[in-house]
């Protein structure tokens, strides 16, 4: 029965969305703004809550085209109200604004040369992962509906959100700190849009996820307690380095060993070691942080648990003592399956069918969970690779690197998803 009724949407969808709102010269005269705007957003970073001078793009553009604006939400954060000229629901598109601290290796006109302060170093600052986009993409679409308040039948509420990569250490930030300040009220959102572009997706390519697209991540800080001694007399003291390897190699086997990849994938990595200044002593202590992507909330606690039980045992076995804490950081993406099933007609017929595709979960995460976790939200993937190449560079990644001529697509896609769903009748 209910694979029948998401049929019967997918016809009735098709048929009544088939011809959509020809926007198409909007479009043509928006596609090298958004380039531009890109460019100047990808040399001139900024890291998470400290998007200062994106926020303040991002406010001008908004106002220049006449939407209400309210600025800092969630401390750098910019949310535009757009109401159309007949009365009806409201529809929420986010994009994230934060980069990374990345040094950008790649060789463009417009690579970035930023540094900046991150956790008491100084680090190259770089959207490696694709961020810079996501805002040209939204700045875009809120110019072209702008232009056609006529269309819109109820409201578009435009939220620009920072800090998606995490607050610094001891700050609140977000798609969490959004949703606290009431970003999804007054008015009131009836289901939110969001996009990630791609690297390793061709551009002209749409792909997306119904249920749990995304997997929730946490970050961990394992302190490791040793005794100082010198290089040469390891049998004087305790090594937080070798407790500390010890501990990497058994966390490995809760994965490995003791998780049912068979249900869904889970992955724990280290990041991070720091110990240790002179490479004749042996330091008295070390510290470990990393990351654990899930995709069910049962396998989760399975695998807190058992940090929590390995981290000190090891420890104490080799003569040290350890403490890890874990902080939740996102929940799983979850797409609202009927969201999927009304959106699908729209998405196909800006694509093309061929080019909008399903695929697997991934271990990625997003905040943008936090959203979906008080309204329908359906998130997908927009192709940034180079059409005809195979060749493409991880997110996070100094070489990360995002072909312009796929943007448009994703400012086509969010604006007649926006336009859709206001039409319809629930």
Not at 7 to 20: K, M, N, P, S, Y
Request: net charge negative.
């Amino acid at each position: 029965m209910k694979k029948l009724i998401t049929i019967f949407f997918l016809l009735v969808g098709t048929i009544v969305l088939a011809q959509g709102t020809d926007l198409s010269n909007d479009y043509e005269l928006i596609e090298g703004k958004v380039v531009k705007w890109r460019r100047e957003i990808h040399q001139n970073p900024e890291l998470s809550n400290r998007e200062f001078k994106t926020a303040e793009k991002i406010a001008a553009h908004l106002k220049s085209l006449g939407i209400a604006v309210q600025t800092g939400v969630a401390h750098t954060g910019v949310v535009g109200i757009l109401k159309g000229d007949q009365p009806g629901k409201v529809v929420a598109l986010r994009a994230d604004i934060d980069a990374l601290p990345v040094t950008e290796r790649n060789d463009l006109a417009f690579k970035s040369t930023v540094t900046a302060e991150f956790l008491g170093e100084q680090v190259g600052v770089m959207h490696a992962c694709g961020h810079d986009t996501h805002t040209a993409i939204l700045m875009g679409v809120a110019e072209v509906l702008s232009k056609n308040k006529d269309k819109i039948k109820g409201t578009v509420k435009f939220i620009f959100q920072p800090a998606e990569e995490g607050a610094p250490p001891g700050e609140e930030g977000g798609a969490i700190m959004m949703v606290k300040e009431g970003v999804l009220k007054a008015p009131d959102v009836d289901a939110i849009f969001g996009l990630h572009i791609k690297s390793e997706i061709p551009v002209g390519v749409i792909r997306y996820k119904s249920g749990g697209a995304m997997a929730a991540a946490q970050r961990f800080v394992i302190n490791v307690k040793g005794k100082q001694s010198h290089g040469s007399q390891p049998w004087l003291g305790v090594d937080p380095i070798l407790i500390s390897a010890k501990i990497i190699d058994g966390l490995q086997t809760i994965i490995s060993r003791e998780s049912d990849l068979t249900n869904e994938a889970a992955v724990i990595s280290v990041g991070k070691i720091k110990s240790g200044v002179r490479f004749n002593i042996i330091p008295e202590s070390a510290e470990l942080i990393g990351t654990i992507r899930t995709l069910d909330y049962d396998m989760q606690k399975m695998i807190n648990q058992r940090m929590e039980e390995m981290v000190p045992t090891i420890a104490k076995a080799y003569g040290g003592d350890a403490t890890i804490d874990i902080q939740t950081m996102t929940a799983i993406t979850n797409n609202d399956p009927d969201l999927v099933v009304k959106m699908l007609p729209t998405m196909q017929r800006v694509g093309g069918m061929e080019n909008v595709q399903i695929q697997k979960a991934i271990t990625g995460a997003e905040d943008f969970s936090y959203f979906q976790e008080q309204v329908p939200g359906f998130f997908f993937f927009l192709g940034g690779m180079t059409a005809g190449t195979t060749e493409s560079f991880p997110h996070h990644t100094p070489d990360f690197i995002i072909d312009d001529s796929g943007l448009i697509l994703g400012v086509k896609t969010l604006a007649e998803m926006s336009l859709d769903y206001l039409n319809m009748d629930d």
